[in-house]
């Protein structure tokens, strides 16, 4: 059966696809390139390798009272811990007024006093807001790939102060970005080094974990213990063993919550 495309595309100015073939449905700027993804009959599933990847940051904060999520897509990670992290506030930033218009499609809850959903600058919005968060997540794409606004030092830097101390980030980016060595530099140097990753867990997507360190005299946290752990080598683990413990962090995570 071939899939049905219910936005069509343009030109360079296109609105993004939303494309639905029997059980699933999927998010894209440019055509065959997929953005997210959603099974219509479990909306709330995270059908995506990559982002059962970025739910490890459970391991370095199992209970966040503030989540901010840096792009939208099509709310897979938001509705997850919307569901799943009951007692966290969820914030989405996303630039796209025209991707906040499809959360319908993709059966986003309604906004509530535990989401929230923002048409925003990310990087403006997180230059205002100091000491917002626990735990920040940083998956913001357009047509072009990864914007540069999202991988600068300014912005790595005030990642750093939107969180607590002892806040862990979590950002995607893709290994074969042209961004990606330059990216990796400054978000070591923006966290003194404590960024860590586990080895091939989600193929081209690097899932990478940062902490901000704890303030001087107090003790190390359990986020920055591990990611000091974790950056003491290259990436840590095997593929298919960090690709099992996702998968069976989410379904965790999902158990906990039934």
């Known amino acids: 059966m071939p899939a049905r495309l219910d936005h ?3 030109d ?3 609105p993004p696809l939303v494309r639905t073939e029997g059980d699933r449905r999927t998010l894209e700027f440019t055509p065959g390139e997929v953005q997210s993804e959603m099974l219509v009959s479990r909306p709330n599933a995270l059908v995506l ?3 059962r990847a970025m739910m490890c940051f459970a391991l370095f904060a199992p209970d966040p009272r503030h989540i901010v999520m840096v792009g939208l897509g099509g709310g897979s990670l938001a509705k997850f811990c919307h569901r799943h992290f009951p007692r966290a506030r969820i914030t989405v930033l996303e630039i796209r007024d025209d991707v906040i218009a499809l959360r319908d499609q993709f059966c986003l809850p309604p906004d509530d006093a535990r989401l929230r959903i923002l048409h925003c600058d ?3 919005y997180l230059a205002r807001m100091p000491g917002c968060c626990d735990v920040l997540m940083v998956d ?5 790939g990864l914007p540069s606004t999202l991988t600068d030092g300014a912005f790595y830097a005030a990642c750093r102060r939107a969180l607590h101390p002892g806040g862990v980030l979590v950002a995607n980016i893709f290994t074969y970005d042209p961004q990606y ?3 990796l530099q400054r978000l070591r140097a923006a966290f003194d080094g404590r960024l860590g990753w586990f080895a091939r867990i989600a193929g081209n997507n690097r899932i990478l ?3 901000r360190p704890s303030q001087p005299g ?3 946290g359990r986020a920055e213990r591990l990611l000091v752990r974790m950056a003491s080598r290259e990436g840590r683990g095997f593929g298919w063993s960090n690709r099992l413990l996702a998968r069976l962090l989410v379904i965790w995570l999902a158990w906990r919550r039934a």
């Open 209 to 211: 974990f940062a902490v």
């Open 181 to 183: 060595a330059g990216a």
């Open 140 to 144: 913001g794409f357009d047509s072009q």
């Open 122 to 124: 990310a990087a403006d």
């Open 8 to 10: 069509p595309a343009t």
């Open 12 to 14: 360079d100015t296109r």
């Open 49 to 51: 390798e990559y982002t």
């Open 218 to 220: 107090a003790a190390p």
